[in-house]
T-cell receptor
Framework: DVKVTQSSRYLVKRTGEKVFLECVQD?????MFWYRQDPGLGLRLIYF???????EKGDIPEGYSVSREKKERFSLILESASTNQTSMYLC?????????????FGPGTRLTVT | RKEVEQDPGPFNVPEGATVAFNCTYS??????FFWYRQDCRKEPKLLMS???SGNEDGRFTAQLNRASQYISLLIRDSKLSDSATYLC?????????FGSGTQLTVLP
């Protein structure tokens, strides 16, 4: 069974803290993605990666960075958390090629920055 | 203007009803189209792809009109378990762009 796991379901951090969100997939997928989901705005792509050590900016990369040192793991880093980064963060993975549009999502991390 | 626009709803329909959702997209370079489903407090999951000729999967029918840049999803004989948020998704240059979703509640 396909599985994407995220390190925390709920997280509360203070403004200015460095925050790490971890995502692991066990499906040997090439592609991995980080989104945030906010009411009325839908899912917005932050960063994605098509291979180990590769990363590309999505639509809203400002204030975020990512790391992909191993194929199964994709980390999202908030360098200095701010209150406008309070959101639901969703990680996803997919195969490459024609199957790339079926993305498998993790359960999400609800991050609150106070 | 949002790249993918959906009526947010909510749509409240009785069991057995037929309900239709619409979605418009702004980028004519969009290459492929999908509907995802997201249950309350859960992650999105692929429901079906949308093909130019229209396609059906059981009670679900998806249609695409490229000239009008319009996608639809029809659900027939709706069940309680169909209650969810339906996300219209468009692929542009290998990236998926998600609409903000249409909420459906099927009432007993």
């Amino acid at each position: 069974d396909v599985k994407v796991t995220q390190s925390s379901r709920y997280l509360v951090k203070r403004t200015g803290e460095k925050v790490f969100l971890e995502c692991v997939q066990d499906m040997d997928h090439e592609n991995m993605f980080w989104y945030r989901q906010d009411p009325g705005l839908g899912l917005r792509l932050i960063y994605f990666s098509y291979d180990v050590k590769m990363k590309e900016k999505g639509d809203i990369p400002e204030g975020y960075s990512v790391s992909r040192e191993k194929k199964e793991r994709f980390s999202l880093i908030l360098e200095s958390a701010s209150t406008n980064q309070t959101s639901m963060y969703l990680c996803a993975s997919s195969l490459s090629g024609l199957a790339q549009y079926e993305q498998y999502f993790g359960p999400g991390t609800r991050l609150t920055v106070t | 203007r949002k790249e993918v626009e959906q009526d947010p709803g909510p749509f409240n329909v009785p069991e057995g009803a037929t309900v239709a959702f619409n979605c418009t997209y702004s980028n004519s370079a969009s290459q492929s189209f999908f509907w995802y489903r997201q249950d309350c407090r859960k992650e999105p999951k692929l429901l079906m792809s949308v093909y130019s000729s229209g396609n059906e999967d059981g009670r679900f029918t998806a249609q695409l009109n490229r000239a009008s840049q319009y996608i639809s999803l029809l659900i027939r004989d709706s069940k309680l378990s169909d209650s969810a948020t339906y996300l219209c998704v468009v692929n542009i240059d290998r990236q998926l762009t998600f609409g903000s979703g249409t909420q459906l509640t099927v009432l007993p």
